[in-house]
Nanobody, 125 residues
């Protein structure tokens, strides 16, 4: 069983930056896929950015050029650097992990069974 805990959320003004972290513990894998998702009020959860087990990275079109995903294998931690934040980025951000994935499932909500509780990001205009 893998446990995930996100941190780093907060309230910022439009154009600001935040860095989210997602720490994995418990029965982690040697290689794995990890991804960030977000859910705004009244909307479905959507994929934001992820890294697969071959170190390929995928971003949602809405965050390309503004967000950067990275991870530290030694710390079993996934990061999301968010720059040039917009009010429409306001959401609960959560991370997910799975032992394997492909380019079609990396940012697919239904692919994952292990999720963190999330961290709130609020961007004011």
């Amino acid at each position: 069983q893998v446990q995930l805990v996100e941190s780093g959320g907060g309230a910022v003004s439009s154009g600001g930056s935040l860095r989210l972290s997602c720490a994995a513990s418990g029965q982690t894998y040697n290689t794995y896929c990890m991804a960030w998702f977000r859910q705004a009020p009244g909307k479905e959860r959507e994929g934001v950015a992820g890294i697969d087990d071959d170190e390929n990275i995928i971003y949602a079109d809405s965050v390309k050029g503004r967000f950067t995903v990275s991870r530290d294998y030694a710390k079993a931690t996934l990061y999301l650097q968010m720059d040039s934040l917009k009010p429409e980025d306001t959401a609960m951000y959560s991370c997910a992990i799975d032992r394997t994935c492909n380019e079609y499932s990396l940012l697919r909500v239904s692919w994952y069974n292990s999720w963190g509780p999330g961290t709130q990001v609020t961007v004011s205009s």
